[in-house]
């Protein structure tokens, strides 16, 4: 018997550089964590979190902050909480559908 289809939520994941840049770039940097190693620890908490539920299956998506700018800039958004979620959301659609191909 196949299992039940969970819920895939994807969580940006970036690295030291990549954090840095997404902070220099956002339009809202008082809600982002100073730094990349906060940013971290609440990071895999979520990940670990999510994990735990049933239903729920968390990827990590890798944000390149250039990639996600371009993204913002073509969708005359701005690099905000909200386009960053719909970023995500768009790359786990991307990845669903290419798993789905298989």
């Not at 299992?3 to 008082?30: C, H, N």
């Not at 979620?85 to 298989?102: G, H, P, T, Y």
Request: glycine content about 6%.
């Amino acid at each position: 018997m196949k299992s039940p289809d969970r819920i895939v939520v994807g969580i940006g994941w970036y690295t030291p550089d990549q954090y840095s840049s997404l902070k220099a770039f956002a339009a809202d940097p008082e809600i982002l964590d100073d730094n990349h190693e906060q940013w971290l620890i609440g990071a895999e908490k979520l990940f670990r979190e999510l994990g735990a539920q049933d239903g729920m299956r968390p990827v990590r998506i890798s944000v390149d902050v250039q990639e996600l700018l371009n993204w913002c800039r073509k969708m005359g958004n701005p690099l905000d909480a909200s386009s960053r979620a719909q970023f995500i959301a768009e790359k786990v659609r991307i990845m669903s559908l290419s798993e789905d191909d298989r």
